[in-house]
C-alpha cells in the first residue's frame, strides 16, 4: 500500500509549491486517475510516489515504512522490487532490443534471463507488441512504446504501479487493451494512473483531482 501525508513539492525554492499538504491512501485492489489541467503536477506526483523525487514536506508511506529516512540505496531496492513505472514518453533504451528492455527490471530483482523470457512474452504478447520484440524502440510506434513500457513495468508483479498517461497516444481498441491489463494487475497492486483520457476516467476506481 501506498500513502502519501501532509504532501508537498518545489522543484526549486522559487517555484510554486505542488500539492498543498496532500493526504491520501492509494488502496490495493484500485485503479486510481490523477486528474489535473497540465502543469498541476500528475507527473511529479508519480515522481514523488515512486520515490524518484524526494517531498520538500510530508512524506510517502510505503508497505507501512516512511521513506523519509530512507537512504537512495533503499529507496532504489524499494523501487525496483516494489514499483512499476511507466513515463509518460516510454522511455526505453533505443539501444536495446524490446523484449531485453521488457526483461530488464527482472534481472535487477535477481531472476535469469532464462525465468524472465516467459513472462515477457506473455506481456507483450497480450499487449499485441510480441511480433516486434527483436526491434529497437525507434523502429516502431509511440503507442506501440508506450505498450512495451507497460510491459517492463509490469515483469516484477508490482505492489505499486505508476502509469504517466498510458493510453496518450492510443486508438481506442488499444486503449482498451491497456486497461484491461491495468486491471488485472491492479488485483495485486496499486494502480495509479496520470490521465486527462476520458475513456481511462470511465474505467477507474478513485479519481484524486489535483
Ligand atoms: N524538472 C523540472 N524543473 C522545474 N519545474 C518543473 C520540472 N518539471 C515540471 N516542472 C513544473 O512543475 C509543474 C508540474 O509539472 P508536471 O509535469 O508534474 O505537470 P502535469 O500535471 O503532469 O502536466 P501535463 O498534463 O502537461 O503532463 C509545472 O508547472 C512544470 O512546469
Ligand atoms: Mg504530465
Known sequence: MIRVADLAFRYRPDSDELFNGLTYTFQPGLLTAVTGASGRGKSTLLYVLGLMLSPSGGTVIVDGVDTRGL?????SDLRARRIGFVFQDSALDPTRTLLESVIEPALYAGRTRR????????????????????????????????????????????????????????????????????????????????????????????????
Open 71 to 75: 537512504s537512495d540505496a533503499h529507496k
Open 115 to 210: 525465468d524472465a523470457i516467459s513472462p515477457a512474452r506473455v506481456l507483450l504478447n497480450r499487449m499485441g507488441v510480441e511480433h516486434r520484440i527483436d526491434q529497437r524502440p525507434g523502429q516502431i510506434s509511440g503507442g506501440q512504446a508506450q505498450r512495451v513500457a507497460l510491459c517492463r513495468a509490469l515483469i516484477n508483479e508490482p505492489a505499486m504501479l505508476l502509469a504517466d498517461e498510458p493510453t496518450g497516444n492510443l486508438d481506442r481498441v488499444s486503449a482498451e487493451g491497456v486497461i484491461s491489463v491495468l486491471r488485472e494487475a491492479s488485483r495485486n497492486a496499486s494502480v495509479i494512473i496520470a490521465t486527462h483520457d476520458p475513456f481511462v476516467l470511465e474505467h477507474v476506481d478513485e479519481v484524486l483531482a489535483l
